[in-house]
């Protein structure tokens, strides 16, 4: 069970932020900002206590907290994001983490890790090799949490941009897939809930105390997760949608 959240109010340079998506538009910030509310919004009614930091108007992406740390049981870990213009992030998030976490740790270079190529299983923590995680930080990750007693895999992502672009563990041995990991036998444990291709980017969304928050617009992803027995709970956050940013990216959650 989750009890609080940390999330960050998008700057108005979000405008500019890293996309793949072009073809979306550029973030309108008024909406995002009220969406970004709606989103807090949603935490809270899961129960949770959420933390909501200043906007970073020198980092354009820093809205999109989960990339620059991983919270465990145990630690808290400050990554190195393989977006260069992502790596001064990690300064705007140590004092936080080190006010609420007595065990902080670090990837070091050459290591890159971003958050969202990872997904937590119980202890179990699978890692995606992507342009933004490298192999060398996933080792840094892995041997973190074994000094913990947690544990750590690697999965090398041939289209996704992160991990959990197409993969989320919503508790109950479920797992949401998507695209490239749709028949991968290395989830063969995990009862599959497969997500069409057309609404890809609702692959892409969280568990937070028996609810499922997922993005609003995408029918037959809601009524799969509602089949399975939770509770959904609809957040529109297309103006993150236009960054490739996702509903998992938004917070910390621990």
Not at 13 to 24: D, R, Y
Request: hydrophobic content about 35%.
């Amino acid at each position: 069970m989750f009890t609080n959240a940390i999330v960050r109010t998008p700057g108005k340079s979000i405008a500019v932020g890293l996309t793949e998506s072009k073809s979306l538009g550029i973030p309108n910030y008024e909406q995002a900002i009220i969406q970004h509310q709606s989103y807090i919004e949603s935490l809270k009614r899961c129960g949770l206590d959420v933390t909501v930091l200043e906007p970073c108007e020198d980092y354009p992406d820093s809205t999109f907290l989960e990339d620059v740390a991983l919270i465990t049981p145990s630690c808290a870990i400050i990554t190195r994001p393989g977006a260069y213009s992502r790596r001064d992030e990690v300064k705007q998030i140590e004092s936080v983490l080190r006010n609420r976490f007595n065990n902080v740790k670090a990837i070091e270079e050459p290591g890159t890790v971003e958050g969202g190529d990872i997904m937590m299983v119980g202890n179990h923590y699978y890692i995606g090799l992507s342009n933004r995680t490298n192999l060398e930080g996933a080792k840094q990750i892995i041997k973190i949490l074994n000094k913990y007693g947690m544990s750590g895999s690697t999965i090398s992502l041939n289209k996704m941009l992160h991990l959990k672009t197409g993969l989320s563990f919503i508790e109950n041995n479920n797992l949401i897939v998507c695209g490239e990991f749709i028949n991968d036998s290395r989830f063969d444990q995990y009862n599959s809930i497969e997500i069409p291709e057309s609404e890809s980017y609702a692959a892409n969304c969280i568990w937070v105390n028996e609810f499922v928050i997922i993005p609003t617009g995408y029918p037959i992803t809601k009524e799969k997760i509602r089949n399975a027995g939770y509770t959904v709970l609809d957040t529109d956050v297309s103006e993150f949608k236009k960054l490739d940013g996702g509903l998992s990216c938004l917070s910390l959650r621990y």
